[in-house]
T-cell receptor
Framework: GAVVSQHPSRVICKSGTSVKIECRSLDFQATTMFWYRQFPKQSLMLMATSNEGSKATYEQGVEKDKFLINHASLTLSTLTVTSAHPEDSSFYIC??????????FGDGTRLSIL | DQQVKQNSPSLSVQEGRISILNCDYTNSMFDYFLWYKKYPAEGPTFLISISSIKDKNEDGRFTVFLNKSAKHLSLHIVPSQPGDSAVYFCAARGTSGTYKYIFGTGTRLKVLA
């Protein structure tokens, strides 16, 4: 079946550091990928839609300069959390859809900012 | 404003019995609904879905029911197995032409052996 790979699975870093998270579709091409964020015991909240070859579409309240998204190829989207602070600590997860199929999710990245 | 709600944060069921997980939504424009299952430290895994033109979809032990007039859907798992213990999220897709999902807050199911 369709596989979405996310890397790294866990990041611990100091405040002020920028962190890049990769999302790859391993056996299909994805013109669109999605980035979510999940706080403990809460829902997966869509942050942005990553569009191959064009700018990402951000949801209301998500700072595009804070969360930089690049979708340079049909199999890779990256999310960079710039100048991360403790309040950015969260579980970040990406998804992508093979044609006419439900979204498939990566295993997520646990980001902890000290 | 939470457009997709799962009002039960947790549910415990005996092995072999039926598990019923519920989900309510507010937007009548949603046209496609899904259930995902999530284990700790893993991404959600797709379980089953239903289009708004149907009221029931069945796949093995899993059945999803949709009541559009009540804006309610439910997932039935029968018989429940210990391996079904996980967090279950319902999701709704926005208006046709978009592919964004809106998720509920999840229900933690525990199947007791």
């Amino acid at each position: 079946g369709a596989v979405v790979s996310q890397h790294p699975s866990r990041v611990i870093c100091k405040s002020g550091t920028s962190v890049k998270i990769e999302c790859r579709s391993l056996d299909f091409q994805a013109t669109t990928m999605f980035w979510y964020r999940q706080f403990p015991k809460q829902s997966l909240m869509l942050m942005a839609t990553s569009n191959e070859g064009s700018k990402a579409t951000y949801e209301q309240g998500v700072e595009k300069d804070k969360f930089l998204i690049n979708h340079a190829s049909l199999t890779l989207s990256t999310l960079t959390v710039t100048s991360a602070h403790p309040e950015d600590s969260s579980f970040y997860i990406c998804s992508a859809s093979p044609a006419n199929q439900p979204q498939h999710f990566g295993d997520g990245t646990r980001l902890s900012i000290l | 404003d939470q457009q997709v709600k799962q009002n039960s944060p947790s549910l415990s069921v005996q092995e072999g019995r039926i598990s019923i997980l519920n989900c309510d939504y507010t937007n009548s424009m949603f046209d496609y609904f899904l259930w995902y299952k999530k284990y700790p430290a893993e991404g959600p895994t797709f379980l089953i879905s239903i289009s708004s033109i149907k009221d029931k979809n069945e796949d093995g032990r899993f059945t999803v029911f949709l009541n559009k007039s009540a804006k309610h859907l439910s997932l039935h798992i029968v018989p429940s197995q210990p391996g079904d213990s996980a967090v279950y999220f319902c999701a709704a897709r926005g208006t046709s032409g978009t592919y964004k999902y809106i998720f509920g807050t999840g229900t933690r199911l525990k199947v007791l052996a």
